[in-house]
């Protein structure tokens, strides 16, 4: 699978857009990114992921490059809630593929 | 409602004894996963299973062991052979690999 690269950390103003970068310059061609999110001392949960359309859903949308060597997940209206390690990972959808965790974006939204 | 459920919440054990964390889920799902968390740290890989009766090891597997006796069921036992037990540890499902996982809420364990 693709490595990921995610800055260590972001702030961002209650009520504003969250825009976390993701760059995976040696995604392949089936493979997805998937975005997930941990709030502290909880299971990660599942935010969105594409292929290379952009995606959006009830959470956020997800913007990928049309050389899908980066991506952007948008948070439209971050709330103090949305404060949360934001992880992205590039995964084929085939069995024997594991969903593997860096580092991630902490997201830190100020009132 | 399905989901993930892991028990207990926290954990406190005697350095040397075993401990068996519990995960169930009502997902149907096939796959099943158990990862750890240290401080500050992304999430590692230490057992994961396809189906029931069949189980593989991952990353950090060490001082740790599964059993899959059952679909619904994926219970990671921290042995005394594991050097560092205290961590929190996420246990996830997902309806095949490669898929979408769906976590628990976690089981943070102390050793002391």
């Known amino acids: 699978d693709a490595k990921t690269t995610q800055p260590t950390s972001m702030d961002c103003a209650e009520g504003r857009a969250a825009n976390l970068p993701c760059n995976h310059s040696t995604i392949s061609g089936n493979e997805y990114v998937y975005w997930y999110r941990q709030i502290h001392s909880q299971g990660p949960q599942y935010i969105i992921h594409g292929l290379k359309n952009n995606e959006t859903n009830e959470m956020a949308s997800l913007i990928i490059t049309e050389d899908r060597k980066s991506s952007t997940l948008i948070l439209p209206h971050a709330t103090l809630r949305d404060t949360a390690v934001y992880y992205c990972?590039?995964?084929?959808?085939?069995?024997?593929?594991?969903?593997?965790f860096g580092g991630g974006t902490r997201l830190m939204v100020k009132p | 409602d399905g989901g993930i459920t892991q028990s207990p919440k926290y954990l406190f054990r005697k350095e040397g004894q075993n401990v068996t964390l519990s995960c169930e889920q009502n997902l149907n799902h096939d796959a099943m996963y158990w990862y750890r968390q240290d401080p500050g740290q992304g999430l590692r890989l230490i057992y994961y299973s396809q189906i029931v009766n069949d189980f593989q090891k991952g990353d950090i597997a060490e001082g740790y062991s599964v059993s899959r006796e059952k679909k619904e069921s994926f219970p990671l036992t921290v042995t005394s052979a594991q050097k560092n037990p205290t961590a929190f540890y996420l246990c996830?499902?997902?309806?095949?690999?490669?898929?979408?996982?769906?976590f628990g809420s976690g089981t943070r364990l102390t050793v002391v």
């Open positions: 996830a499902s997902s309806i095949a690999q490669g898929t979408g996982y769906t």
């Open positions: 990972i590039a995964l084929t959808n085939n069995a024997g593929n594991m969903l593997t």
